[in-house]
């Protein structure tokens, strides 16, 4: 049986197709959940928790759940390194489904009911998985460190000079003998 805060009892809730609860809880999030999977650049910070707001409404086969799940990121900017972060702000609406009857083939596109509990969690750190920033940017002009002497460009302006394209050497060489 699962448990958590994001763990819901759904018996009651399913003993007449069309009833509807609320679920509005500031849950603590798992880092293991989060990192393995994640190809971004951000994550979420530890020990920071996501604001769910849902509401899950019974029908005939399963729990439909919809709402919306927001968390703080962090992270730091793809140009000049300074340390950038938002809040990712996701709708959502996924199907939890009794397993599957002996023969059935599985709902792949639903999260499962296991006993008398659906388990938010999955769908919640899979949610922000998804939405987290892969490579941020401290604004969208951001003018980066400079590649030669690492200065930050959005600060401070530097002499240095950038490298010449070695593809126009060859011509330099052409017009110095004409
Ligand atoms: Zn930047
Ligand atoms: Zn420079």
């Known amino acids: 049986m699962p ?11 399913r003993r007449r197709s069309g009833s509807t609860s609320r679920l509005h809880t500031s849950a603590p999030l798992d880092q293991v959940l989060l990192t393995p999977a994640s190809a971004a650049d951000s994550r979420v910070p530890e020990g920071a928790p996501a604001d769910c707001d849902f509401v899950l409404e019974s029908y005939d086969g399963g729990v439909m759940v919809t709402g919306r799940v927001r968390a703080p990121w962090s992270g730091v900017c793809r140009r000049c390194t300074a340390p950038v972060g938002g809040e990712v702000d996701i709708a959502l609406k996924e199907r939890y489904c009794d ?4 023969g059935e083939p599985e709902d792949e596109e639903a999260y499962p009911i296991e006993g008398d509990a659906v388990d938010l969690a999955p769908l919640v750190h899979e949610a922000i998985l998804a939405e987290l920033p892969l490579a941020p ?6 003018l980066g460190l400079c590649p030669q002497c690492g200065a930050d460009r959005n600060h401070e302006t530097c002499s240095c000079v950038a490298p010449r394209d ?11 003998s004409s």
């Open 3 to 13: 448990v958590g805060p994001l763990v819901v009892q759904v018996a009651q809730l």
């Open 99 to 102: 397993p599957p009857a002996r």
């Open 137 to 142: 940017l401290c604004r969208e002009d951001c």
């Open 166 to 176: 070695p593809r126009w050497a060859s011509l330099d060489v052409l017009r110095s």
